[in-house]
């Protein structure tokens, strides 16, 4: 059992993975997802998992895929880092690697994309209200208190149903109770089928119960709350990642070469942050508080980043406080 199984170090080398699930490297290349789950199922981590998306990085030519957005699985770290022993297949074929590391081009179930859509203009989406008045009173009232409605008969309840059953699960206060009623309604079809996998049968993503050996992965980085934010903004809020970064700062009277300066220095800072200069305070408290996390879909790609160095939800709005209270300012995430 996984408890009491034998541990032993993750082989971090493409050949050794490969004779650990017996599937050569050459036969690695479009298939990510089988050997996803061979590694979950033959080289199984406590609390590792499979997941299902998008890869929304660079696309060799030389790939056996496609350019533009691609379908992908990799496996989730219990600490959060992504597993993905496929990703060389896609970005330098021919040059096999394991990448364990941050969430970077990673979209699990193409839910940061799915935010970045237009919603659907109020009563224009389906008409839910006779699949729901199928439910009993009292589960009507959850429903309804799931959909934070005072209601369920309420004009908009259609379009936020659709709504919160399109969102990442881990948004919702109690995806399983949620899930639950909507498949009562006889509308489990509306949830995504990765969502539904990951909330209500996560024994079938999960590192089986009844292995008899495990391994343990390469520790990972101990980040302080300040070391956190400056990876945050050096992965959000350089104008590589955000092109509209220079209007966002004009706006405030601030150049980009101040805010380079001031990150740089940030970065580096070695000293309790009461002491960091006030003008370089007020820029990276600026851009924690008004620029890092704007944009549909960011968000989550935010959250999901610190996940992968460590910080869950709580944990990393914890941080941003902290940093910022530090320069006398105040961020909500």
């Avoid at 009491?4 to 490969?18: E, K, Q, V």
């Avoid at 992908?72 to 959060?80: E, F, M, T």
């Avoid at 309804?144 to 990442?168: E, F, K, N, V, W």
């Avoid at 092109?243 to 001031?262: G, K, M, N, T, V």
Wanted: one cysteine or more; a negative charge; hydrophobic letters at 40%.
């Amino acid at each position: 059992m996984l408890d009491s199984a034998p541990s032993f170090d993750f082989p971090m080398t493409p050949d050794g993975l490969a004779a650990e699930i017996g599937i050569p490297l050459a036969d690695w290349p479009g298939n990510c997802h089988a050997i996803a789950c061979a590694v979950r199922d033959l080289v199984p981590v406590a609390g590792m998992r499979v997941a299902r998306g998008h890869w929304e990085g660079s696309v060799s030519r030389k790939s056996v895929y496609t350019g533009g957005l691609q379908q992908h699985s990799w496996l989730v770290a219990p600490d959060g880092r992504i597993l993905d022993p496929t990703r060389w297949a896609i970005t330098h074929p021919g040059t096999p690697f394991i990448y364990l590391g941050v969430c970077d081009h990673y979209d699990e179930g193409g839910r940061a994309r799915a935010a970045c859509m237009p919603p659907v203009l109020p009563g224009r989406g389906p008409d839910f209200r006779r699949q729901v008045a199928t439910l009993t009173a009292s589960d009507q009232a959850a429903l309804a208190d799931h959909l934070g409605l005072d209601d369920i008969a309420a004009p908009r309840m259609s379009d936020q149903l659709h709504r919160q059953t399109r969102i990442d699960p881990d948004d919702l206060a109690d995806a399983s109770a949620l899930y639950a009623l909507v498949q009562k309604a006889g509308l489990k079809a509306i949830i995504p089928i990765d969502s539904w996998t990951r909330v209500m049968a996560p024994e079938t993503l999960y590192c089986r119960a009844s292995s008899n050996r495990l391994f343990t992965l390469p520790p990972a980085e101990d980040l302080s709350p300040q070391q956190l934010t400056a990876r945050l903004l050096v992965a959000f809020c350089l104008i590589e990642a955000r092109p509209q970064l220079e209007d966002e700062l004009a706006e405030h009277d601030i150049s980009l070469d101040e805010y380079h300066r001031a990150l740089t220095l940030f970065e580096k800072w070695d000293m309790p942050l009461r002491y960091f200069p006030t003008t370089e305070s007020f820029i990276v408290g600026l851009v924690l508080s008004d620029i890092l996390g704007q944009g549909f879909g960011t968000p989550l790609r935010v959250e999901r980043y610190a996940a992968s160095l460590g910080y869950d939800r709580t944990q990393m709005a914890a941080a941003l406080n902290e940093v910022a209270a530090a320069f006398g300012l105040c961020t909500v995430w």
